[in-house]
Every structure is written in structure tokens, then in C-alpha cells.
């Protein structure tokens, strides 16, 4: 089973880095962006024999105890049997 | 009066705090490695600069899990001092013992420079000697100094005079062109509400000797003296 966590910032906080990306992105001459926001991917491999739901509510754990900090940041996670 | 400095893998201005207690302070200051966990012999407790866990992750975001976080945490919360300086502000961030983020500066350059900050309060252990809206120069090294926070956290500490520094420029004005990483608010250090933590960006332990530029750093580790001093 593996588990997919998305990490991205919160709309409210700014992403100088998603800015300049979005800026070379630009000189590309791709002209129809809006904007652009960096966030993270983690994939973790699960060993154990947990349930999907288990491996969900685990997951949602260390995503918030530690991949992401819930003062800037929001995250998503996927189960992938 | 013992000072303790603590050491995560990756630390790199543990020495130089270590000298300032040592040489400045005058007093005893041990290097505690993360792993310990016993802090009853210490007054005071430094989180140095550097790049802990090599800033993987987020800056501070491993540091936190460190087992020594937890002895911190205790130490703080019986009212003894923790000063966490450029990456140990982060790590206060990331651990929860001070409120808001730190997150990339706002023109993507590692900053390594000197600048100016005003200091804002001095109702805390590290500032009571200081003067109120005096100008201290202290150079800052880092890449991810711009301080974040909600509009309630703000409020809050701007109501319970916990920001004690700003970013400012040489008259003491703290502008938008003074402010270096794009920190909300121009805030370069905060306190807790307690006031006994406190952390920032610039490095007073870097700017302790003319020699290096800048000796304004040195009250602040003369207050902290000051405070344990009167304790004892």
C-alpha cells in the first residue's frame, strides 16, 4: 500500500518561490499562467498489514505532526491499495 | 549562573555563543548535545544558529523531534530563559513555543548581511537593558527569515508588546526598503507571552567585538546576565 501527501501553502501566505518560478515559466513565452504555487510530494510505502482506513488515519497524522506545518501550510492525502 | 548551548547535527553557531558566554557573560556554558535530555543545571538555554538536519524538510522542522525539544519545552515552561537565535528561532516556531512561521525570504537570496533593527520592547529578560527604539546593527545569515503570521497573532503580540525587534533602516525607521527577508510587520525577533522565550532572526553573538563589525549584541546577552543575575 502506499500513501501520497500533498503539501502546499495556504492560499493566505505568500510563495516567492511558486513567483519567480511562474516569472521563468514566463520568459518561455507561456503566456496564459495565472499563477504558479510550489508545494511538496511525499510517497510513503506502508509495510504493515493496516486497513486503507488505518493507513489514512495514520498518515493524516504524520502529515500534520510533521510533513507539514498547519500554521502556513494544508495537505491532502491518497491511499493507493 | 550556567548557560547551555545546544548542539543539533548541523549547528554552526554554537561556538560562537559558547564564546560569548564564556568570554563576554564570564560565565560557565556547557554545549548540550540534542540527545541529552537533562537541563536542571542549567539558567538559561541558547538554540544557536546553523542549519540543523541540513534545513530539510522545513528550517527547525527536524530539530523540533530532536529528544532535547522536549527538555526545552519543560525548561520553558517553569519560567526558565530560552533565547533561540536565526535557526533556533525556527526551531521555537516549528516546536510551538512561538507563535507564526518563517518561511523563504521574499527575494529568494540567502541574505548575509548587516542590517539595522529597532528595538521595540524591553520588557523582557533579554532587552531590559537595551533602549527602547535604539538601533542595533547585527548581521543575519539566512534563507528563510520571512516571518509569517495570521492577522490574530499579529494583533496579539503587537497589543501584548511582544515584538522586540523590527527591521529598520540607520535613523531607526522601520520601513518597507529596511526590512531585508519581507517579514510581516518588519519583525525580526518575538517573545512569548510568558516573555521568558525568545527568538530572532539577526545574531547578537556574532556582534559582540568591534572587531567583527559590531559589538551591539552584547546587552542583549548583558540583560539576559542581568536577569539571572538578580534571580540568583
Given at each position: 500500500m502506499k500513501a501520497k501527501v500533498y503539501v502546499t501553502l495556504k492560499p493566505s501566505v505568500l510563495d516567492p518561490q511558486g513567483k519567480a518560478i511562474k516569472h521563468s515559466i514566463e520568459l518561455l513565452g507561456y503566456n496564459g499562467i495565472s499563477d504558479?504555487?510550489?508545494g511538496k510530494y511525499f510517497e510513503i510505502a506502508i509495510a504493515g498489514q493496516q486497513t486503507a482506513e488505518q493507513a489514512r488515519e495514520e498518515t493524516m497524522r504524520m502529515a500534520h505532526d510533521v510533513l507539514s506545518n498547519p500554521i502556513i501550510e494544508d495537505f491532502r492525502v491518497e491511499i493507493e491499495e | 549562573?550556567?548557560?547551555?548551548?545546544?548542539?543539533?547535527?548541523?549547528?554552526?553557531?554554537?561556538?560562537?555563543?559558547?564564546?560569548?558566554?564564556?568570554?563576554?557573560?564570564?560565565?560557565?556554558?556547557?554545549f548540550i548535545w540534542h540527545r541529552d535530555t537533562d537541563l536542571r543545571s542549567y539558567d538559561a538555554v541558547i538554540i544557536p544558529g546553523g542549519f540543523s538536519y541540513g534545513d530539510y524538510l522545513r528550517a527547525g522542522a527536524l530539530a523540533r523531534f530532536s529528544p532535547v525539544m522536549n527538555s526545552v519545552k519543560e525548561f520553558a515552561a517553569k519560567g526558565n530563559l530560552v533565547l533561540g537565535i536565526c535557526n533556533g528561532f525556527q526551531i521555537l516556531c516549528e516546536a510551538g513555543l512561538l507563535p507564526g512561521a518563517l518561511i523563504r525570504n521574499r527575494d529568494l537570496h540567502f541574505i548575509c548581511?548587516?542590517?539595522?533593527?529597532?528595538?521595540?520592547?524591553?520588557?523582557?529578560?533579554?532587552?531590559?537593558?537595551?533602549?527602547?527604539?535604539?538601533?542595533?546593527?547585527?548581521?543575519?545569515a539566512h534563507a528563510d527569515g520571512n516571518f509569517v503570521c495570521d492577522e490574530g497573532t499579529l494583533d496579539e503580540l503587537r497589543r501584548e508588546d511582544r515584538i522586540v525587534f523590527r527591521y529598520c533602516d540607520r535613523d531607526g525607521q522601520a520601513t518597507e526598503a529596511a526590512n531585508p527577508n519581507g517579514s510581516r510587520d518588519n519583525i525580526a525577533g518575538i517573545c512569548n507571552r510568558e516573555r521568558n522565550v525568545m527568538g530572532l532572526m539577526p545574531h547578537p553573538e556574532r556582534a559582540c567585538e568591534d572587531l567583527l563589525g559590531s559589538s551591539d549584541g552584547r546587552d542583549v546577552f548583558r540583560s539576559l546576565a542581568g536577569t539571572l543575575a538578580t534571580a540568583a
Open positions: 504558479i504555487r510550489q | 549562573m550556567k548557560f547551555g548551548v545546544i548542539v543539533f547535527p548541523g549547528s554552526n553557531c554554537d561556538h560562537d555563543a559558547y564564546h560569548v558566554i564564556s568570554k563576554h557573560v564570564g560565565q560557565p556554558v556547557d548581511d548587516h542590517i539595522d533593527v529597532r528595538v521595540e520592547s524591553t520588557n523582557t529578560p533579554f532587552t531590559h537593558e537595551l533602549k527602547a527604539g535604539g538601533v542595533l546593527r547585527m548581521p543575519i
